[in-house]
C-alpha cells in the first residue's frame, strides 16, 4: 500500500499547493514506500526542513595580534625607527670659532717658545632635524695647531697659558712651537669634534669628525742679541744696545 505523506509550511502562503508546484516551490520525493512533498518558502533555502539564514559567507578568522613590543622606543603597538643624522645634516647645529691666543701676546723671539692656547669645550643647540625637536651636542676630541711656518702639531688639549701652569714665560708646553727664524708668522688652530643627536630618546652618535677653525694670531719674530755693558740704557742711554 503506497503511503502518501504531505508535508505543510505553517504558513499558508508557502503551503504545497497546485500553484506552488507549477512555480517549483515544491520538493518531491519518492523512496519506492512513500512520497514526501515538502514546500519552500519563497527566498529561503528550500528543503522540508529549510533554515532562514542571512546570507553569504561564514566570518573569516580575527587577524592575529601583533609581536610584542619589546624596543625601547615603543610607542603602543608600533616601534619608532631610529634615525641616523649625518655631519651634513648636523653641521648647522656646530659651535662657533673657538678663541686661539698665543703668549706672549703676539711677538716672539727666535728660539724660544711661544706658548698657544685653543680653548673650546662641550657645545649643544636645540633646533629641528627632519621635522623633529632636536638637540645635537659637539665634544672636542682634538685639537691641530699651524704654527705658519710649515709645521704643525696634534693635540688632545687645546693647551693652558703660562699663569694656569705656574710656569714663567717663554716656557715649553705641550703646544708651544719656536721659530727659528725672524719674520711675520700667521699661527692657527682647528678643533676637531664628535657629534651626538639627541630626537628626545638617548643620544645617537653621528657617523665621522667635524673640524671647525679656531682663531688665527699673527706674530711678530725677532732676533735678540745681549752684550755685557758696565751701565743699563737708563744710566747709559748711548750704550751698545740702547
Known sequence: MLTILLLAVLTSATACNSNAQAAGLCSISNTGSSVEIGATRPGGSGGSGGSRGDGGDAEAAPAPPPPACTDSLCRGNYSVVVLQPTLSDVASFAPASAPFVDEPDGVGI?????????????????????DLPVTVRFTPTSYRFIYGDGTSRDS?????TWAALGRAQFSATDTSHAYAARGTYTASATVRYAAQANFGNGWID????????????????????TALVDKTCLENPRGPGC
Open 110 to 130: 727666535v728660539g724660544m717658545p711661544m706658548n698657544f692656547v685653543a680653548t673650546a669645550g662641550v657645545h649643544e643647540q636645540a633646533g629641528t632635524l627632519f
Open 156 to 160: 688632545p688639549t687645546g693647551g693652558q
Open 206 to 225: 653621528v657617523p665621522g669628525l667635524l673640524d671647525i677653525p679656531a682663531g688665527t694670531t699673527t706674530l711678530q719674530i725677532v732676533d735678540v742679541k
